[in-house]
């Protein structure tokens, strides 16, 4: 038996006062979270990427790196990984970092899991 799709809402902070809150499903991979947080603060995707599950950049625990990075043999790649399978659940923090040379780091937590699909990632709220 399959498990019903559901979305997550997830703040993205790029710092005071400047925030996005996203609506993406469940079935989405960090690689797409990621393309959707560029698109949300208008960076173009011509960089490396990664994740940091444990809401500490640089750590090499619970981290995910974009097959860009120079990392690609040792680390999980964001483009195997759905949001589901990492198993995000409400208030959970975490860093995104973009750009290794620039390290554009957004603080992110998820804000409610919703029992309904989401077709497209979308912005649900945004500030600065």
């Known amino acids: 038996m399959t498990a019903r799709e559901k979305s997550l809402v997830i703040s993205v902070s790029a710092g005071t006062g400047c925030y996005r809150h996203l609506k993406i499903s469940d079935q989405a991979t960090l690689e797409e979270l990621s393309d959707t947080i560029l698109d949300a603060f208008d960076f173009i995707n011509d960089h490396a990427h990664a994740f940091f599950m444990n809401n500490r950049p640089w ?3 619970d ?3 974009s097959e860009l990075s120079d990392e690609d043999n040792e680390y999980r790649h964001t483009c195997d990984y759905t949001l589901r399978k990492i198993h995000l659940h409400p208030d959970q ?3 995104y970092v973009f ?3 620039d390290d554009w780091q957004f603080r992110c937590r998820v804000l409610k899991v919703l029992e309904e699909a989401t ?3 979308k912005i649900i709220r945004s500030k600065g």
């Open 59 to 61: 750590t090499d625990q």
């Open 63 to 65: 981290c995910y790196y």
């Open 93 to 95: 923090k975490f860093v």
């Open 99 to 101: 750009d290794f040379g």
């Open 119 to 121: 077709d497209e990632p």
